[in-house]
Each structure stands twice: as structure tokens, then as C-alpha cells.
């Protein structure tokens, strides 16, 4: 597959030709759970994202399986890295109706498979359920894109755990968004052994300057409903810059794009050396509605070290009226007067210099 230069004659008296620049996209269809062969999702990696030398050209995997119902593909080995432009999408698969149709479940890939290692280049994931991998459940590395849609740590159903040996998504450089603005593009990361995701910034990272990581409008710590604690091992997010000398930006929600990160055995949130991370408009420690308490562990709901903003808006799974997201764990928190809490959830935590305590709104470094 290679950049195809196609003419066409322009019409003009001099009947000059001129050369238009278009990409032509290899596709590949899933359509058998098998390891490998034809039709297999393995083949498809190899032969789609794969098949460049320079790792330039898209390439794009279609889902396809005959039969009703959830098709699970069990990788007898992990399965090959994912280098290049490539897009993995099984909202494709016919009856696709917001909930995965096709498992990856990694049983018997090995002791320290990874689900899916997306190296390089730009990645579009959705609508998978990924688990019972040794390592995590996707691993990005270098590369930019979108991870949507996807069960991670989780069965097909968002109900119970099925944990990845590891993070549910690990991020370790170039520009990421996990999630998205709608609820379409929600993401359930939840039951896994580690974090939920984890964002470990590398040193070899190309263009450190640029990287930046979204995550939106996620469910972290809980079912896929948002309403029962399915708890990650530990911490719901954990961002750690710590090895890079520059400082990458980390969005953890937004207005109309809040998560919901509760129910998680370590915080919500653990930030060692972040970067510029700004956190708002979340759920930390209740339900997606905010109503009901689902407690994160260890030191709260935001444990933070330095460089952090916390701002607050109204989250995307749409709060009942008059709420605000709420904060809950073991840190200083805000006094927020006439306001009414879930029971065991506590107030959004202080973001003022050490050694102030309460009134304070104004964000501030530190």
C-alpha cells in the first residue's frame, strides 16, 4: 500500500494534466475468531497495519463475524504490535448497538501479553471488550488517535470484572484522548489489577512538547451503567511525568465531558509529578449521577503532588439538576456552604496553598 498518484485531465485548451494526491486505505475484515488465518483478526494486524514499511499509510480493520451475539477471539500468543496509521473499529460488527460485540480475551496469550500495543502513528480503537491479559489492556506508545467505545477489565456486558494483569490503558507518549464529548465515545475501565489507566511518560518520547493526553466522559471504577463500584486494583487514573524533563498536558474531564472515577481500590486520582494536569467537571467517589456514594481507597479521591489545576463544570453523564461534581476521600476539602453530599462522599478537595484552609476558589499551581 503506497500514496497512489491518479490524473485526471483538467479540461483547460492546453490540455494540461495535472496530478492530484490521494490515499488509498487497505481494509481488512474480521470475520472468524480463530488465532490466525484468514479472516483473523491476527492476519488483519499483519496484513493492514502492518504491511508499510514506513509505517505511513491507514489502514483500517472491519469487524465481520457470522452469528448472533458476543464473538470472542482468544490470541493463543499476544498479538503482533500495531505500528503505523490504523483504525480497529467493531462498532462494525452487524448488531452493534453500543455494547461490544467482539472479546479479546487473553487467557492464553501469555503471561505478560498486552491486549493491544499500538506503536507509532495514528490509532483509532473502538468498541472492544479487552481482558484477562497478563500485562494491560492497551498499551500506546508514541502513537496519537482515539481509544473509544471499549469494555477494558471488564466482560462484554460492563457488569463484572475481568481483569487485565496491569493497567487497563497505559499511555506512555505523543497525543492521546481516551474517551471523547459524547457518551457514545465512553470507555468503561474498570477491574482491572493496576490502574485504570496509567500515564507514564516516556523520555524517548518524539516530540515531547507536543504530547498532550485527553480523558473524557469515562466511567473509571465502575459497571457500565456508572451506578456499582467494579473496583481497578489501583488508582482510577494515575498520571506520572516524572521521568520526562518537560511538562506534557493532562486533561482529566471538561465541560459537558466529566468522568466518573469512583469505586477504585487505590484514589481516584494519583498525580506524581504531572505536568500541566487540569481536572474538572468528574464524579470523584459517587455514581454517575452523583446521588449515591461509591468511595475510592488508599489516600481519597486526588492525591496530589504539584502541578495540577482543578476546575469544576457539569459532567457528561449529565448530573441531576442542581449538582455539581463531587469530590470524596482523605484530603483537605473545600467548605461549600448549603450544599448537600451523598452519604460517605465528601466535598471537592482544596486546591489552595499549603497551610490555608477553606473559602478559597482560585485555582492555583502547586
Not at 12 to 22: K, M, V
Not at 207 to 217: A, E, T
Not at 338 to 364: D, F, Q, S, Y
Request: with cysteine.
Amino acid at each position: 500500500m503506497s500514496l497512489s498518484q491518479l490524473t485526471r485531465r483538467r479540461g483547460n485548451s492546453a490540455g494540461i494534466e495535472g496530478l492530484e494526491s490521494r490515499v488509498l486505505f487497505a481494509v481488512a475484515t474480521v470475520t472468524t475468531t480463530a488465532d490466525s488465518g484468514p479472516g483473523s483478526l491476527r492476519q488483519a494486524i499483519l496484513t493492514v497495519a502492518n504491511n508499510d514499511s514506513n509505517f505511513q499509510d491507514p489502514g483500517i480493520i472491519r469487524f465481520n463475524i457470522p452469528g448472533a451475539g458476543v464473538h470472542t477471539i482468544a490470541p493463543l500468543s499476544p498479538l503482533p504490535i500495531v505500528r503505523g496509521y490504523a483504525t480497529l473499529d467493531a462498532t462494525t460488527e452487524p448488531g452493534y448497538a453500543g455494547t461490544p460485540l467482539v472479546e479479546l480475551d487473553g487467557s492464553e496469550a501469555g503471561a505478560v501479553a498486552n491486549g493491544l500495543w499500538l506503536y507509532s502513528g495514528k490509532k483509532l480503537v473502538k468498541g472492544l471488550a479487552i481482558n484477562h491479559f497478563g500485562g494491560n489492556g492497551i498499551v500506546l506508545e508514541n502513537a496519537t488517535g482515539d481509544i473509544q467505545a471499549n469494555y477494558i477489565g471488564l466482560d462484554p456486558t460492563g457488569t463484572a470484572a475481568r481483569p487485565n494483569g496491569g493497567a487497563g490503558v497505559l499511555v506512555t507518549g505523543a497525543s492521546i484522548t481516551v474517551g471523547g464529548t459524547s457518551a457514545t465515545d465512553r470507555n468503561v475501565i474498570s477491574g482491572n489489577t493496576g490502574p485504570g489507566i496509567r500515564v507514564a511518560l516516556a523520555t524517548n518520547t518524539s516530540n515531547p512538547g507536543n504530547s498532550s493526553v485527553g480523558i473524557f466522559s469515562n466511567y473509571i471504577g465502575t459497571d457500565a451503567r456508572g451506578s456499582t463500584a467494579v473496583a481497578n486494583g489501583e488508582e482510577g487514573i494515575l498520571v506520572d511525568a516524572s521521568t520526562v524533563l518537560f511538562s506534557p498536558t493532562v486533561s482529566i474531564g471538561g465541560p459537558g465531558a466529566g468522568n466518573v472515577i469512583s469505586g477504585n481500590g487505590g484514589s481516584g486520582i494519583h498525580l506524581v509529578k504531572p505536568g500541566n494536569t487540569l481536572i474538572r467537571s468528574n464524579f470523584i467517589g459517587t455514581d454517575a449521577a452523583g446521588a449515591h456514594a461509591l468511595p475510592n481507597g488508599a489516600a481519597g479521591d486526588v492525591n496530589p503532588r504539584r502541578h495540577h489545576r482543578h476546575g469544576r463544570g457539569r459532567p457528561a453523564s449529565g448530573p441531576v439538576p442542581g449538582r455539581r461534581p463531587h469530590c470524596g476521600g482523605a484530603q483537605r476539602h473545600l467548605r461549600q456552604p448549603g450544599r448537600r453530599h451523598p452519604p460517605g462522599a465528601r466535598r471537592e478537595p482544596l486546591v489552595e496553598p499549603a497551610g490555608r484552609r477553606g473559602g478559597a476558589r482560585k485555582l492555583h499551581r502547586h
